[in-house]
């Protein structure tokens, strides 16, 4: 079955950066756009970033040239390095991907960004 797994969130202080991490299993990584989504309190689920399975990326305009989604498809893996993070950027982040018609979602990380 399809499984994700999402870890590196935690506190970090405005201005500072950190590095998710997502391990996918159960499907075919490597031919399938991989998305971070983030949910804050009270919020919809938006889109952070996606990379498609050739590698083109995209972004939410809120995010752009802050952080950079790859993937490593030996590893089953994506990454979405974040820096320079705003207070705004707090929230729960999720790894998804679109797979059988369906949405699968990891169980998501916790970034604060605080003083």
């Known amino acids: 079955q399809v499984q994700l797994v999402e870890s590196g969130g935690g506190l970090v202080q405005p201005g500072g950066s950190l590095r998710l991490s997502c391990a996918a299993s159960?499907?075919?990584?490597?031919?399938?756009?991989m998305a971070w989504y983030r949910q804050a309190p009270g919020k919809q689920r938006d889109l952070v970033a996606a990379?498609?399975?050739?590698?083109?990326?995209n972004y939410a305009d809120s995010v752009k040239g802050r952080f950079t989604i790859s993937r490593d498809n030996a590893k089953n893996t994506v990454n979405l390095q974040m820096n320079s993070l705003k207070p705004e950027d707090t929230a729960v982040y999720y790894c998804?991907?679109?797979?059988?018609?369906?949405?699968?979602w990891g169980q998501g990380t916790q970034v604060t960004v605080s003083s």
């Open positions: 159960g499907f075919g990584f490597s031919w399938y756009t």
């Open positions: 990379v498609t399975d050739r590698g083109s990326t």
């Open positions: 998804s991907v679109n797979y059988a018609t369906r949405n699968y």
